[in-house]
């Protein structure tokens, strides 16, 4: 996959030559090297978002992914970088082009394009969670990779995923992690981890302690979970979600923006 990079600082996947590569990060940095990473040079995004992936199918031809549905283009090695339509607002994380026309796209849903990116179908998907990454190592058959073990595999181009059976692994600590998106209207995603089989509570408050509504209530087995929240008939604010596992408890802002 050529030109891909990982939103870790200072890592990136380089061409086949060695030589040139690019990396995204946050606040919409891109970095591009085309002398192994001995220097780095910045090229302007146009946006502040956070970019999670970035497939280069050849030297030219770039596609850059990251938060509220953010696809960006390049089709001049990143001298330019041009925004498309992805038609959600869901967090993209992975990317990946097997050519300057034919690429996927993953995240919280599956998006599928064989014009460049000029437009964007969603796909079927198995996956109960949000996935992270994607490749394919031809125009039909490739592999997507998500939370809780999840693997995706086609041989359709997407067309139909096929889930492969899961190797969990089990957590060993607790984490409560920032709802996503946010600010948010209406709806948004919390995720959170245990690391023991017991009771789970996730209750939303408002600022003065009022207790707004119960998400979960329910016994759960280790492992990392999602509970979708509907902030319909809620008034714009800052709102508090908890979760409550055992003696581990741990709360979080989120704002409702209408």
């Not at 919409?28 to 199918?57: E, H, M």
Request: aromatic share 8%; net charge neutral.
């Amino acid at each position: 996959m050529m030109g891909s990079a990982l939103t870790v600082p200072g890592r990136a996947i380089l061409d086949d030559d060695g030589n040139t590569g690019t990396v995204v990060g946050g606040s919409g940095t891109i970095l591009r090297t085309t002398d192994g990473g001995a220097n780095w040079v910045g090229q302007l995004s146009g946006t502040k978002l956070v970019l999670y992936g970035v497939s280069f199918s050849d030297v030219n031809n770039g596609t850059a992914v990251g938060d509220s549905g953010t696809i960006l283009r390049t089709t001049d090695a990143g001298t330019t970088w041009m925004s498309q339509s992805s038609g959600t607002r869901n967090r993209l994380t992975g990317v990946c082009f097997t050519d300057a026309y034919t690429g996927t796209v993953v995240g919280g849903l599956i998006l599928r394009t064989t014009n460049g990116g000029t437009t964007w179908a969603p796909q079927s998907s198995p996956a109960s969670g949000w996935l992270r990454g994607v490749t394919f190592t031809d125009a039909t058959t490739g592999t997507a990779v998500g939370d809780a073990g999840t693997i995706l595999h086609t041989t359709t181009g997407g067309t139909t995923w096929v889930e492969k059976e899961r190797h969990a692994i089990t957590p060993r600590e607790y984490v409560l992690s920032q709802n996503y998106p946010n600010p948010f209207n209406p709806t948004t995603q919390i995720q959170f981890t245990i690391a023991n089989r017991q009771l789970t509570i996730v209750k939303v408050f408002d600022l003065l302690g009022r207790e707004v509504r119960t998400l979960l209530n329910e016994v759960k087995s280790p492992g990392t979970y999602t509970v979708e929240f509907d902030g319909s008939n809620l008034s714009s604010g800052v709102y508090v979600y908890r979760l409550q596992a055992g003696d581990f408890v741990s709360a979080k802002k989120m704002l409702v923006v209408k």
